[in-house]
């Protein structure tokens, strides 16, 4: 889980959110948000796996959200 929340805190343009929706992208960390209270057996039986980053993209353009994307998964180097 350490290297997924290091993601979702590293992006810039795309911002950390409890839920999903809207015309800017967001990306959230299920395990601490919408199924923290699911215990893990269950979660990992449904595919919510501690590491699982659930991102929704925006209007914004596509070249700076995977810019976005590429220096946050740098950062776990």
């Not at 810039?12 to 699911?38: D, E, R, V």
């Not at 215990?39 to 039986?45: A, D, I, L, N, T």
């Not at 994307?69 to 950062?75: F, G, I, Q, S, V």
Request: proline residues 5%; charged residues 25%; positive net charge.
């Amino acid at each position: 889980m350490v290297d997924a929340k290091k993601v979702l805190l590293s992006t810039s343009i795309i911002k950390p959110s409890p839920s999903l929706g809207g015309a800017k992208s967001l990306m959230t960390l299920p395990a601490l948000s919408s199924a923290k209270y699911i215990p893990k057996e269950y979660r990992e039986r449904a595919g919510i796996y501690d590491n699982l980053l659930r991102l929704s993209v925006g209007l914004e353009d596509v070249n700076d959200i995977i810019e976005d994307l590429d220096k946050a998964l740098a950062n776990l180097k």
